[in-house]
């Protein structure tokens, strides 16, 4: 949880207030548009925050304030559409896919792969996909039907060439998302652990979980929300500057 722990010792002042006010509707406006732009990636996990308010310690005589930042991702399935891709693959339910990437193991939902000139199943980034702590290889499929059983098996030509392993965590929502649609393991999630039952469906592709239409109402009321603030702002100000200036002024 990251936590901001105020601009002022004392709680409770309008320009203060509405300052932080702001500031937490422009990392909610940052969400909000991330997610609606990622409304079509494959396999992206839509994300929320929310603000809790802490009392800290007593300084000097007087309370603070410290407002809690808690980032939470959405880890429901998302759309699966219909591609006739023999590389795009789907999984039904829960789990992910293995990847191998220079920064370490990673963990996806999106399925849009291919082959490389190794005969490797790779991501869009060329990253491999990993099954029983190997990458997958197919060998030279010109000319073959290749095709993938709903429990992870590869025929070719009717003959298995090989498995897609799909692996799931204790609680996937703790894992670190580490950007274009990976995710990486930490001690909240868990260890992976195999799934020794899997759905996967091939020629599919599994989009986002974001529901664009209210994500746009919700980005719609954020950007109001942030005008009130800011007015709320300039609103102090001239009440400030009045007081300055003629607070005590002689008539």
């Known amino acids: 949880m990251k936590i901001n722990t105020g601009m002022h010792p004392y709680s409770r002042l309008g320009m203060m207030e509405a300052l932080e006010g702001a500031i937490m509707t422009e990392r909610r406006l940052d969400i909000a548009a991330n997610n609606l732009a990622n409304a079509d990636t494959p396999g992206f996990r839509r994300q929320g925050i929310t603000f809790e308010e802490y009392m800290l310690r007593e300084q000097d005589g007087t309370r603070r304030t410290a407002k809690g930042e808690v980032t939470w991702q959405d880890m429901s399935i998302g759309t699966v559409h219909y591609t006739e891709n023999q590389w795009d693959f789907a999984i039904n339910g829960e789990g992910f896919f293995q990847v191998q990437t220079p920064a370490g193991m990673m963990y996806t939902r999106a399925g849009n792969f291919m082959l490389d000139r190794n005969s490797r199943l790779v991501t869009q980034d060329g990253y491999p996909v990993i099954s029983d702590g190997a990458p997958v290889i197919l ?113």
């Not at 030279?140 to 965590?169: M, N, R, Y």
């Not at 001690?187 to 239409?213: F, R």
């Open 139 to 251: 060998e030279d499929t010109t000319g073959k039907h290749i095709t993938l059983s709903p429990d992870g098996q590869f025929f070719v030509d009717e003959t298995v060439a090989g498995s897609l392993q799909i692996v799931t965590f204790r609680n996937p929502e703790n894992l670190e998302r580490m950007g274009r649609n990976y995710f990486r393991e930490t001690p909240a999630s868990g260890a992976p652990e195999t799934l020794d039952t899997v759905n996967i469906q091939q020629g599919y592709l599994e989009l986002s979980n974001v529901n664009s239409l209210e994500d746009m109402i919700n980005l719609i009321d954020l950007h109001r929300a942030y005008e009130i603030q800011q007015k709320s702002m300039q609103a102090v100000d001239q009440m400030n500057n009045k007081a300055a200036n003629e607070t005590g002024r002689l008539s």
